[in-house]
């Protein structure tokens, strides 16, 4: 008899796991469950979109016809309400119920509102579905200002929309600097200053206090902690994600601020697997569990389980991830685990060019390029390989870096 595999998200994950199902195992019985509306989406293009430097045909990935080509059942706008693990099947809004022998977990999650008066407000915005870049791309066409919360890798995404729409933003960070966690104040100041030419002011040591709403329930300004109003005809915030583990909550399946699964993205239920940004896998790399929501990341995660959800250890998950940021006229990228590590190195580079590492144990765990992303491959393949690097911070932050350089230096010694 054939298997039945249920996925339930149809993000890059859960069709990249529907993929490798049907190319793998031709007769099996395949469903994808999702809540959107719409087939799998390049959610990377979505922000071009809303910059208004893309039209929408070039954003979707997937047309419905391309699941019925390969004969997988596509299920929109359809909640998956319950689990049960111990029956092996999952039940949707509409009651109906679906038996599966393995079980895809590609649920991801949904973006965290400020806990604050006003924040439900209309024309305040959140930024994670193709609908969410349609309703701020309607609101910046008509926008003379905007305020911005949330001082990490999606909020900038506000910022280069309202520099591309020509909207005056106020960027308001809790802290000190952009991505204070990854970024030296030297190297956050370079993202500064591009937000700056592009009309979107960064204000530190700030935050929202409140949004004022008008009669008619829409945002028209963000007061600070501080008691500095700020006037808004649309709000972003981007202060992260709420993953959505609730839907396992009745379960026996192990969570931990996400699905907790091992490198073959193996829940502790031996049928029940996951990928994508709600998991917390164990990184081979790094020796520990961890979390990623990269593109690329995801895409591998859900490639590996569905190999696993076939022959489980068939391969491991090992990956270097990476995200990159396009909005400016300099090239910058994070690689890997930055925020984490218990040493780093960094360097200046004339006025354009900055990068950092993150070490631990004297290996490298992650880092960040700003202006000049040649030394990438040297970094992710040292990375990847585990090599110690201790005591060569110098020969890290040469220039024009290579691997070479290592084990030249290796020789000398």
């Given at each position: 008899m054939s298997q039945s595999f249920v996925i339930i998200g149809d993000g890059i994950a859960g069709s990249s796991a529907a993929e490798t199902l049907r190319e793998e195992e031709p007769d099996a019985d395949i469903t994808v469950i999702t809540d959107e509306g719409e087939a799998l989406y390049n959610r990377i293009l979505i922000k071009e979109y809303a910059k208004g430097k893309l039209p929408e045909a070039p954003i979707s990935i997937h047309q419905e016809g391309w699941y019925e080509e390969r004969d997988i059942d596509l299920e929109l706008n359809t909640l998956v309400v319950d689990i049960r693990t111990d029956d092996h099947e999952v039940e949707t809004h509409e009651g109906d119920v679906y038996d599966y022998d393995k079980l895809l977990l590609a649920i991801g999650g949904t973006p965290q509102q400020l806990p604050v008066d006003g924040s439900d407000a209309d024309g305040v915005h959140h930024f994670w579905t193709f609908q969410d870049a349609r309703r701020i791309k309607e609101s910046a066409d008509d926008a003379d200002d905007a305020v911005i919360v949330g001082a990490g890798l999606l909020g900038i995404d506000f910022a280069?929309?309202?520099?591309?729409?020509?909207?005056?933003?106020?960027?308001?960070?809790?802290?000190?600097?952009?991505?204070?966690?990854?970024?030296?104040?030297?190297?956050?100041?370079?993202?500064?200053?591009?937000?700056?030419?592009?009309?979107?002011?960064?204000?530190?040591?700030?935050?929202?206090?409140?949004?004022?709403?008008?009669?008619?329930?829409?945002?028209?300004?963000?007061?600070?902690?501080?008691?500095?109003?700020?006037?808004?005809?649309?709000?972003?915030?981007?202060?992260?994600?709420?993953?959505?583990?609730?839907?396992?909550?009745?379960?026996?399946?192990?969570?931990?601020?996400?699905?907790?699964?091992?490198?073959?993205?193996?829940?502790?239920?031996?049928?029940?697997?996951?990928?994508?940004?709600?998991?917390?896998?164990?990184?081979?790399?790094?020796?520990?569990?961890?979390?990623?929501?990269?593109?690329?990341?995801?895409?591998?995660?859900?490639?590996?389980?569905?190999?696993?959800?076939?022959?489980?250890?068939?391969?491991?998950?090992?990956?270097?991830?990476?995200?990159?940021?396009?909005?400016?006229?300099f090239p910058f990228l994070s690689f890997g685990h930055p925020t984490l590590g218990d040493d780093e190195v960094m360097k200046k580079f004339g006025d354009d060019e900055w990068r950092r590492l993150a070490l631990k144990d004297g290996k490298i765990v992650g880092g960040v390029l700003i202006g000049n992303l040649a030394p990438q491959s040297a970094y992710k393949s040292l990375m990847r390989e585990q090599v110690d690097v201790s005591g060569q911070k110098d020969v890290l932050m040469k220039e024009g870096f290579s691997v070479d350089d290592l084990e030249t230096e290796a020789a000398a010694e």
């Open positions: 280069a929309i309202c520099g591309a729409q020509g909207v005056s933003g106020k960027y308001l960070m809790r802290g000190n600097s952009w991505w204070r966690y990854a970024l030296s104040e030297e190297g956050a100041e370079l993202m500064h200053e591009a937000m700056r030419e592009r009309g979107v002011e960064p204000v530190f040591d700030s935050g929202v206090d409140h949004f004022e709403v008008d009669d008619d329930g829409h945002v028209e300004a963000a007061v600070d902690p501080n008691g500095d109003r700020y006037e808004a005809d649309f709000a972003g915030v981007a202060i992260g994600l709420n993953l959505n583990t609730e839907l396992v909550e009745g379960t026996d399946i192990e969570t931990d601020d996400g699905i907790v699964v091992d490198e073959y993205m193996r829940t502790n239920d031996e049928d029940v697997f996951a990928a994508g940004d709600i998991t917390r896998f164990y990184d081979v790399i790094l020796g520990e569990q961890a979390q990623n929501g990269a593109w690329g990341s995801a895409k591998e995660q859900g490639t590996i389980a569905a190999k696993n959800m076939l022959d489980y250890g068939s391969e491991q998950f090992e990956w270097v991830s990476s995200y990159s940021i396009t909005h400016f006229d």
